[in-house]
């Protein structure tokens, strides 16, 4: 489990975790101000309610959109920095055991995404019979800013929920526990609350953070078992692309010029849950076959 062993590579003082924390937290809240600002002095007597048709419509999907993913570059970059100058981290162990990032496994596993994404969602909505409910989209004026924005700014939204969850508190809850698999639970249950306020917890119920809890501990299993985190941050980074610039909904958090608008209801919670579990076993199944990964029970 070199992934985890090494946070033992920098300083691990309880008070700097706290100041990481207080840092995340932090940057996030200034990363905010911008929109914030620009609602209140350009669309004055506007209610700020980004889950709201009506404010979306007045205030602009990509506008919006820039607006959401600035804290993340702020939280990346930041919680970077003080990883290498205060946790005395060097950049390339920060993510990865291997000697340097591994773009290829990143790129690769995208490609595979991008197949089995596509093949699935179109399987869906065929054998669902809502063909009539998926709507296509494309408007030039819109889509080219929007794919600009989203290559740009993504990546680093994704990555920095990574760094967070995956390897900040991983690690850092690893180097307490001793253990893979409490730190992992516990990992993945912070990265299911933080997304409490998603529109998606509003239309399915709170029932739906259990996807999120799945999805953080498959995430936390594969970069456990690959010895670094680019299978995690090539499934984070493709799911939100996928979400901003391939199919969206009027239930979901990303509301954008997508290609595709699912105007489908949100459906039935169990089957939600269900479709999430066998999709995270299933590419859990094809990496661990390719990869030659060590069985789950290994992990002590």
Do not use: C
């Not at 600009?148 to 390897?167: D, G, K, N, S, T």
Request: hydrophobic residues 55%.
């Amino acid at each position: 489990m070199k992934f985890l062993e090494l946070v033992k590579e920098g300083r691990n003082s309880t008070g700097l975790y706290l100041g990481g924390i207080a840092l995340i937290i932090l940057l996030y809240i200034l990363g905010n101000i911008p929109m914030l600002l620009d609602v209140k002095y350009n669309f004055p007597g506007t209610l700020f309610d980004p889950a709201q048709t009506d404010f979306i419509a007045a205030y602009g999907s990509l506008r919006l959109l820039i607006g959401m993913l600035i804290p993340f570059l702020l939280v990346f970059f930041g919680l970077v920095l003080y990883l290498m100058y205060a946790h005395k981290r060097g950049l390339q162990s920060i993510f990865t055991s291997a000697p340097r990032f591994r773009w290829k496994r990143f790129l690769g596993f995208s490609a595979f995404l991008l197949v089995f994404f596509g093949a699935y969602t179109f399987l869906d909505v065929v054998i669902s019979g809502a063909t009539d409910q998926l709507t296509w989209n494309f408007k030039a004026a819109s889509f080219w800013p929007l794919l600009f924005v989203a290559i740009l700014m993504v990546p680093f939204q994704a990555a920095a929920e990574e760094l967070i969850f995956r390897i900040y508190a991983l690690q850092g809850l690893y180097l307490r526990t001793n253990n893979p698999w409490i730190s992992l639970t516990i990992s993945s249950l912070m990265f299911a609350f933080m997304h409490i306020s998603n529109p998606e917890v509003n239309a399915l119920g709170p029932g739906i953070l259990l996807y999120y809890f799945m999805a953080g501990v498959f995430m936390a299993l594969i970069s456990i078992q690959d010895e670094g985190a680019e299978l995690a941050i090539a499934f984070h980074v493709f799911n939100n692309l996928f979400g901003v610039l391939v199919l969206t909904s009027g239930w979901h958090v990303f509301r954008t010029d997508a290609l595709f608008i699912d105007e489908r209801p949100p459906g039935n919670l169990t089957i939600q849950l269900l479709s999430g579990a066998l999709t995270f076993a299933f590419l859990y199944f094809v990496l661990a076959k390719k990869l030659g990964w060590k069985p789950l029970k290994s992990l002590r």
